[in-house]
């Protein structure tokens, strides 16, 4: 089973950053863009008209903002949303509203199409879900995350993967560690491990992700358990159930 184009409206104020949306879902020929809006109430009609699977939405609009414009959708015909606004202070309250991803205005390539990878994930996901006994649908092309936006205060911060040292899970959150800082983000560690290279990161416990250029030293412990030493000298626990995959990965004996 294929996995149909991905019907797609945009809806902003702002003819400009219409046209940067459109420029920047150039580089993804499986989203097709079926309309355009410049306030929510043209998108209500046109959600209902068209039908779309994903909008890419403004939050401060004339009028109706994005958060009530989707507060006004049935669950039944809420397409996935993807939010697109110049304003970092709204990024918990759109996750909260199921939001599959936040993007800030000006559009940075790279994290627009972190986006959309998501996006392709959850589309194929709910295609692989429907399809009939005895088929499958393709898997999606693999995409890595290369920056992760992290809340600081009532901005939003870019992180690159590469220079992360390690990460742990708390709930639905994780603490992502930089060079000494440590960031509150609002995401599953299951979830990252699904966006996260894996020939970059490595699961070491439970509910610890750690960047295995920042490995220095390895220190076995008590009933196959051990201290993994970081460059800085942060020193975490790898646990026996994960050893085998730690000494693949780092081509230890």
């Not at 560690?189 to 020939?199: F, R, V």
Request: hydrophobic share 45%; glycine share 6%; charged share 25%.
């Amino acid at each position: 089973m294929s996995v149909p184009p991905i019907r797609t409206l945009l809806v902003d104020d702002e003819v400009l950053a219409r046209l940067a949306l459109r420029q920047a879902l150039a580089a993804h020929p499986d989203i097709q863009i079926v309309g355009e809006c410049g306030n929510a109430h043209e998108a209500l009609q046109a959600i209902a008209a068209l039908e779309p699977a994903l909008v890419f939405l403004d939050i401060r609009m004339p009028g109706m903002d994005g958060f009530k414009l989707l507060h006004k959708l049935k669950p039944e015909t809420l397409p996935m949303v993807v939010f697109a606004t110049a304003y970092g202070q709204h990024a918990l309250r759109a996750f909260d509203a199921d939001a599959v991803d936040y993007v800030l205005k000006p559009i940075d390539q790279a994290r627009f199409d972190q986006a959309v990878a998501r996006v392709r994930r959850l589309w194929a996901g709910l295609h692989v879900a429907v399809a009939p006994a005895g088929t499958a649908a393709p898997a999606p092309p693999p995409a890595h995350a290369q920056r992760i936006s992290v809340r600081v205060g009532e901005s939003m911060r870019i992180v690159a993967t590469e220079d992360i040292d390690w990460i742990r899970a708390d709930g639905n959150y994780v603490h992502i560690h930089v060079a000494g800082a440590r960031y509150l983000h609002r995401e599953t560690l299951s979830h990252l491990l699904e966006t996260l290279d894996p020939q970059r990161f490595l699961r070491i416990h439970r509910g610890t992700l750690v960047n295995v250029d920042r490995i220095r030293e390895i220190h076995p412990l008590f009933q196959g358990n051990a201290e993994v030493v970081l460059r800085d000298g942060t020193r975490l626990a790898l646990s026996r159930r994960f050893r085998a995959q730690a000494r693949q990965a780092l081509g230890m004996s």
